[in-house]
C-alpha cells in the first residue's frame, strides 16, 4: 500500500455492526516496504499508522 500527503486511508472494521474508520495522511515515513503514516482520524487525533490487510487508500481524485 502507497499513500501520499492528503490522501485518505478507510480501515475496514472487522464487525458487521461497526463502519470503517477513515483518516487523511499528513505525513509519509519511511520508504517502500517500511512505510507508515501519520494519520489524522475522523474523530481528530492523530496516530501512527502502519497499513494492514484491512486498509485501502482513497486519492482525492479517485471516488470511495
Do not use: K, N
Request: proline residues 5%; hydrophobic residues 35%; without cysteine.
Amino acid at each position: 500500500m502507497h499513500a501520499a500527503i492528503g490522501d485518505h486511508i478507510v480501515v475496514e472494521s472487522a464487525t458487521i455492526d461497526s463502519r470503517p474508520r477513515r483518516g487523511q495522511v499528513v505525513e509519509v515515513i519511511g520508504v517502500d516496504e517500511a512505510e507508515h503514516y501519520r494519520v489524522r482520524w475522523q474523530d481528530g487525533h492523530e496516530s501512527l499508522y502502519f497499513p494492514g490487510g484491512d486498509a485501502h487508500v482513497v486519492t482525492d481524485d479517485r471516488p470511495e
